[in-house]
């Protein structure tokens, strides 16, 4: 099986891009935008997340099953805030 090479160049972009994100967060976090702080800072997050998990953890040039797996456990993450956010939310109508 043959792995694919990625180039450095790539790797050193992928870091500019993920440093000018943490610049990014740190300015929104000093930054009062009103109720749009929570949802650039969770924009920047996930495309942070994103070029992580396709360039470093390789899943880019990775097999379909990986894909497969990978968005299985995604949306079992989901599920399992879904749920405990109800149950909050259940507990705090209760009071």
Known sequence: M?????SPKVYLLILVAL???????VW??????????LAVALTIAVIKATLV???FMHMKYSHRLNWIFFAAAII???L??????VDV????AGN
């Open 2 to 6: 043959s792995e694919h090479v990625v």
């Open 80 to 85: 399992l805030i879904s749920m405990t956010l």
């Open 19 to 25: 440093l000018a994100g943490t610049a990014a967060t």
């Open 89 to 92: 939310v259940a507990r705090l």
């Open 76 to 78: 079992w993450l989901i």
């Open 53 to 55: 998990v396709l360039f």
């Open 28 to 37: 929104v976090a000093q930054t009062d935008l009103g109720p749009l702080n």
